[in-house]
């Protein structure tokens, strides 16, 4: 059970202590006071300059409130099984609030204010002393357990946007990524070499070859780590060179060994050594990848990316009152293409449509490389109907340019699009919910076609 699986069990579990008439009364206060209570809190988030930004608009402020008033009566009345999913949908509450840039304790606050609101007007209630009591109880730590939930959301998804920022900084700080893979690929295979000379030759000083006194395990240790942090490869790498050495330090001497069993333990230790070589040059290709957040493949935009990007995008659309749309693109049967071309050529046809979308987007749209073979545009200023007119073009343009395969074939192509415009909603990742929805709609319905989400 994880943590926040723990808490929503604290949750169910101290949502049974107030007894039934209590709850009823307590329902009946909720649903009373959840619009004024809601009211309060809004006006708080107002009172922060940035958070503002975000919640000011009209559209915003109305669905927002409702949600509040809903939230409120929820936390406060439902119980067992039933929170389970309201539970859950605390987490999401705490993610958007991260990606939105709403301050944790901005929200803590407008928790405490409405904590004590809901006390003083129990506390002016006429009830039987112990009810009152056990009611305002409730009432704290209810609304605490949903509060610590959010805040556990929002922490992870901070975290995890400053691992990234983290990582994009640590690429950038690798000189020449392709010099210095091919400089330690060679350190590695030099140790290669020379342990296996020296196993062959049967020498008496195993112990100086240790891959760990080795330049490539000296760089490993020292430079590696700093390089590409907590990246899984880093910890594999580091078993393996373990187990190497354990292999070697167990023979010590092989003076007197019989040939097949050097020939077996070379063979266990190239096999160690490629799959270091193989996590050690896929390592470098992230990096590589990283580079000025650029795909290695596509010199497009990497994904990784995207929020820092939609974040500002949303923020400024907020302050200027223009359109944002957002398209997400997916080659039609591209499985096959790999099947019937191979890998590589599947790759050729990924750069091709790159360039499609490189040449008919402006300077000022940006184009990810949003997973395999699925892609992101996101305009920016154009109204809802030049975008789709945009899009469309480009569906044409994939179509009408086929892509040359190895043996000169021309392979015609065709995607699918699925484009959301923004409506209003702070969270940047509904935009891209969306017209993933949309894209799945063009998938099913035929493909090589745009379809426009519809609210
Ligand atoms: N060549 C190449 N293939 C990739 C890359 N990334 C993902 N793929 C492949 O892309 C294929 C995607 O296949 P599917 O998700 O089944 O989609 P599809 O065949 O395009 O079918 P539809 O999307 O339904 O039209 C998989 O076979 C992946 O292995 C890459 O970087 N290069």
Not at 95 to 110: T, Y
Not at 135 to 151: F, G, H, N, P
Request: glycine share 6%; hydrophobic share 40%; charged share 25%.
């Amino acid at each position: 059970m994880n943590y926040s699986e723990k808490i929503v069990q604290e949750w169910m579990e101290f949502s049974c202590v107030l007894p039934e008439p209590a709850l009823v009364t307590l329902t009946a206060i909720a649903e009373d006071k959840a619009g004024v209570l809601a009211d309060e809190f809004y006006s708080i988030m107002l009172t922060d300059p940035h958070a503002s930004v975000y919640i000011s608009s009209d559209v915003v402020q109305s669905r927002l409130r409702n949600s509040m008033k809903k939230w409120i009566i929820n936390t406060l009345t439902l119980k067992g099984e039933a929170l389970l999913g309201f539970a859950a949908h605390q987490y999401e509450i705490g993610n958007i609030h991260s990606r939105v840039g709403i301050p944790a304790s901005l929200v803590l606050k407008g928790m405490r204010i409405i904590t004590q609101e809901m006390l003083t007007y129990i506390q002016s209630l006429a009830l039987e002393p112990q009810t009152s009591v056990l009611m305002q109880k409730y009432v704290s730590v209810s609304i605490q357990i949903a509060s610590e939930l959010m805040t556990y959301a929002y922490e992870n998804y901070q975290l995890n946007e400053a691992k990234n920022e983290e990582s994009y900084r640590i690429s950038n700080l690798i000189d020449n990524p392709e010099l210095e893979k091919g400089k330690q690929q060679a350190a590695l295979f030099n140790w290669e070499n020379g342990l296996m000379y020296a196993l062959v030759s049967r020498t008496s000083n195993i112990q100086s070859y240790l891959l760990n006194d080795s330049e490539f395990g000296l760089w490993f240790r020292h430079k590696c780590g700093q390089h590409f942090g907590n990246q899984p490869e880093i910890a594999k790498i580091g078993m393996l060179i373990e187990e190497i050495d354990g292999m070697l330090q167990k023979t010590a001497n092989t003076e007197g060994s019989a040939l097949e069993y050097i020939q077996s333990l070379l063979s266990d230790i190239r096999a160690k050594t490629m799959i270091i070589n193989n996590l050690f040059t896929s390592l470098f290709e992230d990096a590589t990848r990283l580079e000025n957040g650029k795909d290695a493949l596509t010199k497009l935009l990497n994904r990784r990316f995207m929020s820092t990007i939609l974040k500002h995008e949303v923020k400024l659309v907020m302050e200027n009152g223009r359109n944002l749309s957002v398209v997400m693109l997916d080659i039609d049967h591209f499985k096959k293409i790999n099947d019937t071309w191979g890998h590589s050529a599947g790759d050729d046809v990924l750069r091709h449509l790159a360039t499609i979308l490189t040449d008919n987007t402006r300077a000022s749209d940006y184009v990810f490389r949003y997973g395999g073979e699925e892609f992101m545009i996101v305009y920016l200023e154009y109204s809802k109907q030049q975008t789709l007119n945009f899009v469309e073009s480009i569906r044409e343009k994939i179509f009408s340019t086929p892509c040359e395969m190895p043996d000169g074939y021309k392979l015609q192509l065709s995607a699918s699009f699925g484009v959301s415009h923004y409506r209003g909603h702070p969270d940047y990742q509904k935009l891209v919910d969306e017209a993933d929805k949309a894209l799945y709609e063009a998938k099913n319905t035929g493909r090589n076609k745009v379809v426009e989400f519809k609210a």
